[in-house]
């Protein structure tokens, strides 16, 4: 039995017991004791108006108990305490003038019941309480479910940062060795591209193993990698920019958040032997924000077996857990192809 079922069987269950308790525990108008030849007799009355009315009562109690678990369960900072506290209290007062109203409208004789403190108030605060706490713990395990599955994400994302480099700590030494043989006065392209290919390695190996990186680093290995990419191209076959807008340079970004669009580009949106263009801007003039734009071409042909690097809806879901309530994502296709995504940085982790 899987958990989501089992927490319905739960719920179920703690409304049959709990409706039993209210019922027949607060319908009893009196208690006959009866002595025969010393023994002695009880018999508990119920009033059926009662249970009648308190059974009608549990409906509204349940969509009450469920409405207050809903609006907690949306609590994912604590900026939200505030919003959620008022809510609660008008959903609170909003269920109690309605139940007041039915009672008076429709159980107009049994109307002490609601002014009696240890009866209709009672059940009233004792469902509030079971709901906040179980709204919670609901969010409690939500984030902490969150957090292993973001975790989980990023060590895969690695992985696949690491993919088909085998040994990564030897290739990077081997390319420290191999920019010191480069003569690099007669073959400074090559040079360049190995130094490139070294910072790449760099990053991955060395930077990401912190959770997130300044955007200044991640900003270098994005236009490395793509300026690895453009060796397969001859130079008027692709029209390619990546521009930078703004200075500050101390917002700190999931590592490798960012690549997975610009390798779609590379992989999808062009062809050699065919003009195509690829164009990237990042603004990071908002210390607060931080918009990320791609365009790219639509080759006339692509080859089916082709897959996306790292997955755009892979990342989509990072996104979701990496930056909850703090990113809007667009992707759109029509002549061209075009990805807006803008994150809301954590000042609080600057210092880092």
Partial sequence: MNKKWLEIIINILFWIFSSWLIVFSFSITGNLIEVREGVITGNTEHSNSLINFFMIGQPFFAIYFYSQVYLIQRLKKKSNILPLLIKSTL???????????IVFLFFKSYIYVIWFPSLWYGIFIFYTTIAVGYGFVKVWFTIEQDKRQLELIKNQTELKLLKSQLQPHFLFNTMNNLLAMVDQKNNPKLAKSID???SLLRYVVYDTKNEKVPIAQEIEFLKNFADLHL???????IDYTFTVKGEYDQQV??????????????????????????????????KDKLNFSIKNSIPSFTPNHEKGGFGIASNTNRLELAYPNKHSLQIRKTSEYTVELKIETDE?????
Avoid: M, W
């Avoid at 609080?348 to 880092?352: D, E, I, K, L, Y």
């Fill in 91 to 101: 959903l609170a007062l909003l269920f109690l003038g309605l139940f007041n109203t």
């Fill in 196 to 198: 490139k290919l070294s």
């Fill in 231 to 237: 060796l397969r191209f001859e130079e008027d076959e």
């Fill in 253 to 286: 970004i999931d590592p490798g958040i960012l690549l997975c669009y610009i390798e779609n580009a590379f992989k999808h949106g062009v062809q050699p032997e065919e003009k195509s263009f690829i164009t990237i801007h990042l603004d990071i003039s908002n």
């Fill in 348 to 352: 609080s982790n600057h210092s880092r």
